[in-house]
């Protein structure tokens, strides 16, 4: 599917595929290029390896978590995920409706979390042979005009999907840069050591761009993926 003719894309502007993306200043993470934006903290959880399991931006009481699917060639999977999400949290409890955003169709809900309750919205954007999920917490997910430069990296984003066979539905890979994911890989020793010696072993560093660590920040956004 073409990504400039996608219905979920907001007036001919990102994510990007990229192979059409324009130029700018952005952390590679494979198969994501986030733009750095002055006041958005790029705040990434990996393991030993430089794998990355979670990518969180955030800008004053709002995060945006990111993550990027394997789709088909013919049509986009947004609409088919975003019934899933919708499906399973409300069999949990959750208050969620269905609303019309930038993006075309996105889900707001209101979910338990162990200290209370959190505001999420979600996105989905249908590119080619791609679906990027984007998940904003806080005031941006009730505010959508709070969002801000969290949007802007949104708007800015680029997607490197590759050419090997994917799954439908698969995360597409995403790894840190060599300084970062050496820094990963220095932090995950330390506590190791730490932990030998009989020492209170500090908790993980998440790696980050103008910032540091993030905490937990919702439910997971990837419902399981059925084969196809």
Not at 214 to 227: A, Q, W
Request: a negative charge; glycine letters at 12%.
């Amino acid at each position: 599917m073409d990504d400039s003719t996608s219905p979920s894309r907001g007036g001919g502007t990102g994510p990007y595929d990229v192979s059409d993306a324009p130029e700018g200043n952005r952390l590679d993470l494979g198969s994501l290029q986030i733009p750095v934006i002055d006041g958005v903290d790029i705040r990434v959880q990996a393991n030993a390896e430089g794998v990355v399991q979670q990518v969180v931006l955030v800008h004053r009481d709002s995060l945006l978590q990111l993550s990027v699917l394997a789709a088909p060639r013919s049509a986009g999977i947004w609409d088919e995920v975003r019934e899933e999400i919708l499906s399973s949290m409300r069999s949990d409890g959750a208050r969620v409706e269905e609303a019309s955003g930038d993006y075309g169709p996105e889900l707001r809900a209101r979910v338990r979390i162990p200290n209370g309750q959190a505001d999420l919205r979600f996105i989905g954007v249908d590119g080619p042979r791609w679906m990027v999920q984007a998940m904003y917490q806080g005031r941006a997910a009730v505010d959508p005009s709070a969002a801000g430069p969290l949007e802007e990296c949104l708007l800015g984003l680029v997607v490197d999907r590759g050419w090997e066979a994917k799954p439908v539905r698969e995360a597409l890979p995403l790894r840190l840069p060599r300084e970062m994911a050496e820094q990963a890989r220095a932090q995950a020793e330390a506590q190791a050591g730490a932990q030998a010696d009989g020492g209170r072993p500090g908790g993980a560093q998440e790696p980050g761009v103008n910032g540091g660590p993030v905490g937990p920040v919702g439910p997971p956004t990837n419902p399981p993926r059925r084969p196809r």
